[in-house]
């Protein structure tokens, strides 16, 4: 997991507020992916990125999530509006690959996000 | 709906004795297949994988058994060592390109000295 950097790795907010949670992929990786596990279950995709580009956001609730990858800087994933069920931890990986199989097996997780909305 | 089902929340075994992980799942579209392990407070590693065009994959200890006409995964560990003791997650990679992974639920294993 050395490389793919998250943070912060605890997070509380009060319900109501706004959550950013910042993804530094490892070095020269231009494809980040977002994970979220709420407790008790498997890890399910969110939204995948590329540098100033979403490429899928499938995964991501319609409202008051949103995320960025921009060319400067780290992804970020925020959440507008905070509710006790977005309590979670939320993962993200980077590859340098496009292209399932590498990117699949390629892909590096970050030590995850704990989200606590209180 | 659980698309990989990880129906054993959790498995012991002794040091030294072979671990048995389950995975079943439900899309036929699914056909790559893959086994993260997760220590607490950490992201997820990938393991091994398996391609559905296979029916085993070995990486020194880690064997990966895939049986497509049931649509059932294994992972076998053998010899067994403590520092295997975490989850292990098993996902699923659809047809057609896509980066999306699907995960099961997770199987919290341990190894007793």
């Known amino acids: 997991n050395a490389g793919v950097m998250q943070n912060p790795r605890h997070l509380v907010r009060r319900r109501g507020q706004e959550a950013r949670l910042r993804c530094s992929p490892m070095k020269g990786h231009s494809h980040v992916y977002w994970y979220r596990q709420l407790p008790e279950e498997g890890l399910k995709f969110m939204v995948y990125l590329q540098k100033e580009n979403i490429i899928d956001e499938s995964g991501m609730p319609k409202e008051r999530f949103s995320a960025e990858f921009p060319k400067e800087g780290p992804s970020i994933l925020r959440i507008q509006q905070v509710v006790r069920g977005d309590s979670a931890a939320y993962f993200c990986?980077?590859?340098?690959?496009?292209?399932?199989?590498?990117?699949?097996?390629?892909?590096?997780f970050g030590q995850g996000t704990r989200l606590t909305v209180v | 709906d659980q698309q990989v089902k990880q129906n054993s929340p959790s498995l012991s075994v002794q040091e030294g004795r072979i671990s048995i992980l389950n995975c079943d799942y439900t899309n036929s579209m699914f056909d790559y297949f893959l086994w993260y392990k997760k220590y607490p407070a950490e992201g997820p590693t990938f393991l091994i994988s398996?391609?559905?065009?296979?029916d085993k994959n070995e990486d020194g200890r880690f064997t990966v058994f895939l049986n497509k006409s049931a649509k059932h995964l294994s992972l076998h560990i053998v010899p067994s060592q403590p520092g295997d003791s975490a989850v292990y997650f098993c996902?699923?990679?659809?047809?057609?390109?896509?980066?999306?992974?699907?995960f099961g639920k997770g199987t919290k294993l341990t190894v007793n000295p």
């Open positions: 996902a699923a990679n659809p047809q057609g390109g896509s980066e999306k992974l699907v």
């Open positions: 398996i391609s559905s065009i296979k």
């Open positions: 990986a980077s590859s340098p690959l496009t292209g399932v199989r590498a990117s699949t097996t390629e892909a590096f």
